[in-house]
C-alpha cells in the first residue's frame, strides 16, 4: 500500500483535495529522516563511495546495500577475493574476515545502489514516518503555538520541524544499526 493511501485511510479523507498537501508532508518528512537518522534511507543510484582502508570495518552512508561492486585501488576487483569480507547488505557496512582492509588513501572504493523507495521502508520507520506525516498534516495550521487550551483541558503541540518523541525513539533505535 502507497504512503499516501495509508494517510488518506488513517485521516479518514476520501476525496483527492488534500493531495498535493499530503505528497508534500510525505517528501519532506522522508527526505527529513535521512538526516535524523544519519543514515540514509532514501533510493540512491550508482553511489560511489571510497575509504581509506586501515579498519576492520568499513560503513557505507547508505543501507540496504543493492547491485555493489568494491575495487581496490580502482584495479584488482575486491570481488574477486569474496573471502576477505562480508557486507552486510541491510546494516551498511562491510567487514574484513581476514587483516584489516590495505592501509593506503583511497584504498577501498565502492560503486552500488542503495536505499529504498518511500513504499519499501522497513516497517517500523514506515509507520512511525507516516505516524509524523498525520501529524503535520493536522497541525500544519498551528505554526509558532505550543499549546492550545480548550473547556476540558489542553494541548502542547510539538513544535514546528520537531519530531514526535516516539517517532523520535524508532529513529534513534535505526541510528544504532550503522554504529
Known amino acids: 500500500m502507497s504512503i499516501i493511501i495509508d494517510v488518506k485511510r488513517q485521516l479518514e479523507v476520501t476525496s483527492n483535495d488534500w493531495d498535493d498537501i499530503l ?34 570495518t568499513l560503513y557505507f552512508d547508505h543501507v540496504n546495500i543493492g547491485d555493489c561492486a568494491v575495487t581496490d585501488d580502482d584495479v584488482a576487483l575486491v570481488e574477486g577475493r569474496e573471502e576477505d569480507y562480508v557486507l552486510y547488505t541491510e546494516r551498511g557496512y562491510m567487514k574484513s574476515t581476514a587483516a584489516e582492509f590495505t592501509e593506503a588513501p583511497r584504498v577501498i572504493k565502492a560503486v552500488y545502489n542503495a536505499g529504498y523507495g518511500i ?35 489542553s494541548v502542547s503541540k510539538v513544535t514546528v520541524d520537531e519530531w514526535l518523541p516516539d517517532v523520535q525513539k524508532i529513529l534513534n533505535k535505526k541510528k544504532r544499526y550503522h554504529l
Do not use: C
Not at 533510493?43 to 571510497?50: A, E
Open 119 to 153: 513504499g519499501s521502508y522497513p516497517d517500523d520507520i514506515r509507520t512511525a514516518l507516516t505516524k509524523q506525516v498525520i501529524h503535520d498534516f493536522r497541525r500544519r495550521k498551528d505554526t509558532g503555538l505550543s499549546s492550545l487550551s480548550y473547556p476540558d483541558g
Open 23 to 56: 505528497n508534500d508532508i510525505i517528501d519532506r518528512i522522508f527526505s527529513n529522516a535521512d538526516t535524523e537518522m544519519n543514515v540514509k534511507y532514501s533510493l540512491v543510484m550508482d553511489y560511489t563511495q571510497y575509504w581509506d582502508g586501515g579498519k576492520k
